[in-house]
Every structure is written in C-alpha cells, then in structure tokens.
C-alpha cells in the first residue's frame, strides 16, 4: 500500500490562520459576558429586595413579641451569631442593642399557634 492519496494529489497545504480575529473573538466574549450579566442581574436584585423586606417584617414581629417597646433592626451578617444569614436585634429606649433570634438566609415570621384560623 502506498502513503499516497490521490485525493490529495495537487493539494499544497497553507498556513492557518482562525476562524475569527482577536477583535473578533474580544467583542463576543464582552457581549456575551454583558448578555449573562443582563440575564443574571435582576434575579439577584429581586431576590435581595424581597429577603430585605421579609427579614423586616420578620423582625419586627419578633421583636414585638419578645421585647414589645424596642425598635427592630435586622441585618445580613456572615460571622453572626447564627452563622451566615439574617440577625434580629432590638434597641431598646437607653440604646442598648439586644440579639433576638437568627432568622437564617430566607427569613419568615415564625408560626403562632393558638391563633383561631376560622371565624366561629
């Protein structure tokens, strides 16, 4: 058998160069970089948004039932004292900051039971 391939007879090999140039290349990585941002972006907005506002509300509950007369605060902590997630605190009237619960990432008023549900 023979190395040959007629297929190829007449063919000169040439040097390559890409597909596409580096400006080329450089302007689809920036679009597409900016399209998965654009994508991404609101859904993080949203998501932080709405956790604010729960952690809040959340908060607020807490603290009234707790310590009724102090103002709530709740803020996103990652070294709190319920690890990564959400901390309650009330100020009380001298200033004084007290930790009421850990609310964790996804923050909800906790269950209250013996509360009727249905008007008798």
């Given at each position: 058998?023979?190395?040959e391939h007629p297929e190829l007879s007449g063919y000169?090999?040439?040097e390559e160069r890409p597909i596409r140039g580096r400006r080329r290349t450089w302007?689809?990585?920036v679009v597409?970089?900016?399209a998965v941002i654009a994508l991404v972006l609101p859904g993080?907005?949203?998501t932080v948004n709405v956790g604010t506002s729960n952690a809040w509300r959340a908060c607020t509950y807490r603290a009234s039932v707790v310590e009724p007369g102090s103002e709530a605060t709740p803020r996103f902590e990652l070294f709190g004292p319920?690890?990564?997630g959400w901390e309650c605190y009330a100020v009380d009237r001298l200033g004084d900051e007290h930790h009421i619960?850990?609310?964790g990432l996804i923050p909800v008023a906790p269950q209250v039971f013996g509360v009727p549900t249905q008007r008798v």
């Amino acid at each position: 058998m023979s190395d040959e391939h007629p297929e190829l007879s007449g063919y000169e090999p040439y040097e390559e160069r890409p597909i596409r140039g580096r400006r080329r290349t450089w302007v689809l990585r920036v679009v597409v970089l900016l399209a998965v941002i654009a994508l991404v972006l609101p859904g993080v907005f949203t998501t932080v948004n709405v956790g604010t506002s729960n952690a809040w509300r959340a908060c607020t509950y807490r603290a009234s039932v707790v310590e009724p007369g102090s103002e709530a605060t709740p803020r996103f902590e990652l070294f709190g004292p319920g690890g990564l997630g959400w901390e309650c605190y009330a100020v009380d009237r001298l200033g004084d900051e007290h930790h009421i619960d850990s609310m964790g990432l996804i923050p909800v008023a906790p269950q209250v039971f013996g509360v009727p549900t249905q008007r008798v």
